[in-house]
């Protein structure tokens, strides 16, 4: 049978990567799961991406990880890709490489678990949608995991991209009405499913499916979803992408308060670098109010919400878990945070 395969890959637009995509037919035999086999590796012009120059601009698009497309019909797919150079080498702007080598060098025998939590903002045109054409809204306070017309912005579209990711099986966790209103964030990760792999590069790809999907579903509602750090200037909360990261040796009660503060230490040292890391404009974001720390300065703190990394009040108890990164922008590439902090980590 002939199904459609909506290849996805980042392109080369900076300071922040955007989402390409294009669809091929592709032959899927019945009765039978597909496979990264069925899905051949497939060129495109770089040039027009911001990839490559006009005069060589064939790049590649080699499918790495693959999930069901839950908008189109049975047995159509959506395709992670990387981007490589036609000599076979991982392109320049193939942030995903850089992570899955560090993995199999060392990332993997540590059995990171990782999560991310995605902030985003819902614009109509100009505004965040449920604002008023003049003025503002009232006061942030009733929005966050708010009910009711007058509290809560957009919730058609949040269920329906939530719908559409279970369906994908995109480990997709949880979601809310953010603190600013027309705010919302996802959260995807870890989720306790037996045969699932909440590894950083499973994970990642599946932000990067989860984004794609929220765009795609904007267009049937003209609603653009902003990953922007502070969509809105003033009093009022940015957006982030609080990560959430644990190492086996972490949730194992005998050894994780100890590698937990190892790991704290490593992080503070290593503190701007991972701010570089954690996507553009972070800088109107973490400023040290609306539950942020300051850019600057490194803080960790249980339950916290404005420290650098929150230790959350149960792992502090049981001496074990995890420890959430509070630090990343919503428009950073989850696969440079997922790098950054696999490769600090594993040094402790």
Excluded at 77 to 97: I, K
């Amino acid at each position: 049978m002939l199904s459609q395969a909506t290849y996805i890959w980042m392109d080369g637009t900076k300071p922040t990567q955007k989402l390409r995509s294009k669809m091929r037919i592709i032959p899927v035999a019945e009765n039978k799961p597909a496979t990264l086999d069925n899905f051949p590796e497939w060129g495109y012009d770089g040039s027009s991406t911001y990839q490559a120059e006009g005069h060589f601009s064939d790049l590649v698009l080699k499918p790495v990880s693959f999930v069901p497309n839950p908008l189109g019909e049975f047995d159509d797919y959506l395709v992670m890709c990387e981007v490589f150079n036609p000599d076979g080498t991982p392109h320049e702007s193939n942030t995903r490489a850089p992570l899955r080598e560090l993995m199999q060098a060392k990332g993997d025998a540590k059995e990171f678990w990782m999560g991310f939590e995605q902030e985003y903002t819902l614009f109509k045109g100009y505004r965040p949608i449920g604002w008023p054409e003049r003025g503002f809204p009232a006061p942030q306070g009733p929005f966050y995991c708010g009910v009711g017309a007058d509290e809560v912005f957009g919730r058609e579209m949040v269920d329906e991209h939530t719908q559409a990711c279970l369906d994908a099986g995109i480990m997709i966790f949880g979601t809310n009405a953010e603190v600013m209103p027309g705010q919302w964030e996802f959260q995807i990760g870890y989720r306790g499913v037996e045969g699932e792999s909440a590894d950083p590069l499973t994970v990642a790809d599946h932000v990067w499916f989860a984004r794609w999907l929220l765009y795609r579903i904007g267009e049937d509602y003209d609603v653009i979803a902003k990953l922007d750090p502070k969509p809105v200037s003033g009093d009022w909360n940015g957006a982030g992408m609080h990560t959430n990261i644990s190492t086996k040796a972490m949730r194992d009660a005998a050894t994780g308060q100890a590698t937990i503060d190892k790991a704290i230490t490593n992080l503070e040292k290593n503190h701007m670098s991972h701010i570089k890391e954690y996507g553009a404009d972070l800088e109107t974001r973490l400023t040290g109010l609306h539950e942020t720390a300051p850019i600057d300065q490194f803080s960790a703190g249980v339950s916290d919400r404005g420290a650098s990394i929150r230790i959350p009040p149960t792992v502090k108890e049981k001496g074990c878990g995890y420890i959430e990164d509070r630090r990343p922008g919503a428009n950073a590439d989850p696969y440079r945070i997922a790098r950054a902090l696999v490769d600090t980590i594993c040094e402790a």
